[in-house]
C-alpha cells in the first residue's frame, strides 16, 4: 500500500509522485517510504497524481515493473519482524486496465486507512493485556521487602489502572464496532479510539516495564518489545496529533491543517 512519501506522511497530499500518460496506460515516477512488505510484495497499490492533479491508484505487480526498485529500511528498533522499505519508481509503466476506475481522490486511500485505524484500536489493547497480565503474575511471583510485590499498594494501583483503560479502550471499540455494522459512524469516532487506545496502551506497556525492573529492558519477558513497537503504532495511520487535529475540526468546524 503505497501513499507515505519522504516529503508527504501526516500530509499526503503534498505527494510528489506523477503518474504520466502516455499511450495504453500510464509511467509511474516518485518514491515511497515506510512501506510494509514492500521488499518481498509481488503486488502495489500505489497512489500518485495524474497531470492535473487528481490523485489515482495503480496496481503494479512485481514482474512487469520495470524501473521498480524496493530497499528494505534497516536499523529499525520497532516492529523487527515486519520487513518494512521503499519504493522507487522511474517511469514504470501500468496499462490502463490496472488503474483504479473508482477513485479519483484522496477518499479511496482514507477509506482504507480508516479501516487499518479501526483494527489497530483493537490490536493496540491486546498488546496491552499481554502487558497487564505479565506485570500481575510477575508482581504475585517477586517478592520484595519479604512479601509479594504485588501486596504494595503502589503496585496494585498500577494494576487497576491497567484493568480500567483496557476495559474502556475495549468497550470503545466494540460499540465503534457495531455502530459500523449498523452504518451509524463518522469516521472521527475511529480517529478518537485510534488515538485513546494507542495512547493508553503505550502508558501501560510502559508501567509494565517499570515494575519489571531491570528485567523489564529484557527480551524474556517481552514487555518492551511491546513497548517499542508500540511507539512505531502510536505513529503510523495517523500520528496522536493528527487525530486530535482531525477531533478538533469536527467540534469547531475550523481546519487547523
Same mark, same amino acid.
Given at each position: ?25 500510464? &509511467? ?11 521488499? #518481498? ?17 495503480? #496496481?503494479?505487480?512485481?514482474?512487469? @515493473? ?5 530497499? %528494505? ?9 515486519? @520487513?518494512?522499505? !521503499? ?14 476506475? &473508482? ?8 477509506? +482504507? ?23 500481575? &503474575? %510477575? ?20 494494576? @487497576? ?8 479502550? !475495549? ?5 465503534? *464496532?457495531?455502530? #459500523? ?6 469516521? &472521527?469516532?475511529?480517529?478518537? #479510539?485510534?488515538?485513546?487506545? +494507542? ?16 528485567? *523489564?529492558?529484557?527480551?524474556? %519477558? ?13 505513529? %503510523?495511520? *495517523? ?8 477531533? *478538533? ?9
Amino acid at each position: 500500500f503505497g501513499l507515505t512519501e519522504p516529503d508527504a506522511g501526516s500530509d499526503p497530499a503534498g505527494m510528489k509522485s506523477v503518474a504520466k500518460k502516455v499511450d495504453g496506460g500510464f &509511467e509511474l515516477t516518485g518514491s515511497k517510504t515506510w512501506i510494509t512488505n514492500s521488499p #518481498i510484495a509481488d503486488l502495489f497499490i500505489i497512489w500518485a497524481k495524474d497531470e492535473q492533479g487528481v490523485l489515482r491508484g495503480f #496496481i503494479l505487480e512485481r514482474e512487469d @515493473a520495470k524501473g521498480l526498485e524496493t530497499p %528494505y529500511l534497516d536499523g529499525k528498533f520497532a516492529l523487527r519482524a515486519s @520487513a518494512t522499505g !521503499m519504493i522507487f519508481m522511474d517511469q514504470v509503466f501500468v496499462s490502463d486496465d490496472r488503474v483504479l476506475p &473508482e477513485v479519483q481522490s484522496f477518499k479511496g486511500p482514507f477509506t +482504507c486507512l480508516n479501516s487499518a485505524r479501526y483494527g489497530i484500536a483493537w490490536g493496540v489493547m491486546g498488546a496491552a493485556e499481554f502487558c497487564w497480565e505479565k506485570s500481575l &503474575e %510477575y508482581t504475585l511471583d517477586r517478592n520484595q521487602f519479604n512479601a509479594p510485590l504485588a501486596s504494595k499498594q503502589l503496585i496494585q494501583k498500577k494494576l @487497576a489502572d491497567m484493568q480500567t483503560e483496557i476495559s474502556l479502550g !475495549m468497550q470503545a471499540a466494540l460499540r465503534v *464496532g457495531r455502530l #459500523i455494522d449498523e452504518k451509524n459512524f463518522v469516521p &472521527e469516532m475511529i480517529s478518537l #479510539i485510534k488515538r485513546n487506545n +494507542c495512547q493508553k496502551a503505550l502508558d501501560i506497556a510502559r508501567s509494565a516495564r517499570d515494575i519489571h525492573g531491570g528485567n *523489564g529492558i529484557s527480551d524474556e %519477558y517481552h514487555v518492551v518489545r511491546h513497548s517499542m513497537n508500540l511507539e512505531a503504532v502510536n505513529t %503510523y495511520e *495517523g500520528t496522536s496529533d493528527i487525530h486530535a487535529l482531525i477531533l *478538533g475540526q469536527k467540534q469547531t468546524n475550523i481546519s487547523s491543517f
